[in-house]
């Protein structure tokens, strides 16, 4: 039974030793691998990030500390992040923060919510570092600030999307934004079309330039209209409303008596295709239209 014991005891004491040798191991190449990427971060200017799992503690060091304006360390992560999530004006998903706890490799694009400026975006590339239990231990992670990039990327999808003229969507962005809004929900929505009265005959007598700023008119007091959500019918019936007198105070010419449009609104139903809800409200147009324009339709 003794001798039992003892072998019982001298496995557990070399299991034991095993793990310690382990764990220092591991903490051996983490400090390598947190020297190298600390010369790294100093080189091409960039900051590099180690999350501790464990004690909750995110440490930012390199040349990008000072440039993204974060502590260098922060205890209580967990924690420091939701409380600054509830205070910024920034989605979650967005976040540092949410891409550190979701224990993911990887690379995103992210806004740093206690950063100076936590309006900007930042890109990081991230690696969780494991123990031999598959438990996460360490995530480390590669920032570098993409703000002009971001700004860039904005501006052309702005310029492939919408309008050069009138600043709002263009032909195509609506057909593929409504198509997706039809897929994702089985109910609900109303498309709109509108016709400026008599527009060519606004072109012929006083030239393009006046069309142009008429078209211009028209797309600014439609974004301010539309913008937000709509609820109910009768709000809708409102907007439109509103949206037919908005357009009679454009000034056209000094010879142009005022702007009027005809509009044909359908109210979806059980539509599931783009083409299905715009014949719709077209030959709700053509309705107004044929009784002498001015006006507007729903159905």
């Not at 709000?235 to 008596?257: Q, Y």
Request: proline share 2%.
């Amino acid at each position: 039974f003794a001798a039992a014991v003892l072998l019982l005891l001298t496995a557990a004491g070399a299991a034991s030793l095993h793990n310690i040798r382990n764990r220092y191991e591991m903490s051996r190449k983490m400090a390598l691998e947190y020297q190298r990427y600390r010369q790294l971060s100093e080189v091409v200017g960039e900051c590099i990030y180690e999350y501790d799992f464990r004690g909750d503690v995110l440490k930012f060091l390199g040349d990008g500390v000072y440039k993204l304006g974060v502590p260098e360390t922060i205890s209580a992560f967990s924690v420091y992040g939701k409380q600054q999530l509830a205070v910024r004006e920034i989605p979650p998903e967005e976040s540092l923060y949410q891409w550190i706890m979701e224990k993911k490799d990887g690379t995103k694009d992210v806004q740093i919510i206690f950063a100076r400026e936590p309006e900007r975006w930042y890109r990081v590339t991230s690696k969780v570092v494991k123990d031999d239990s598959g438990y996460p231990v360490y995530s480390i992670g590669r920032v570098w600030d993409i703000q002009q990039e971001k700004i860039e990327k904005d501006r052309l999808l702005q310029k492939a999307q919408n309008d050069g003229l009138t600043g709002i969507y263009n032909s195509a962005t609506i057909r593929e934004n409504i198509t997706k809004a039809l897929n994702q929900s089985s109910f609900g929505g109303a498309l709109l079309i509108m016709d400026i009265d008599h527009f060519k005959s606004i072109n012929d007598r006083y030239g393009h330039s006046v069309g142009d700023h008429v078209l211009t008119q028209v797309g600014m007091k439609m974004k301010h209209i539309f913008k937000g959500e709509i609820y109910g019918r009768e709000e809708l019936k409102t907007r439109v409303e509103g949206a037919c007198e908005a357009f009679k105070t454009i000034e056209a010419s000094p010879g142009w008596d005022k702007i009027t449009v005809s509009i044909g609104v359908a109210v979806r139903t059980d539509e599931t295709k783009f083409s299905d809800l715009y014949e719709k409200a077209d030959l709700l147009l053509y309705e107004v239209k044929r009784e002498g324009r001015n006006g507007y339709r729903i159905g």
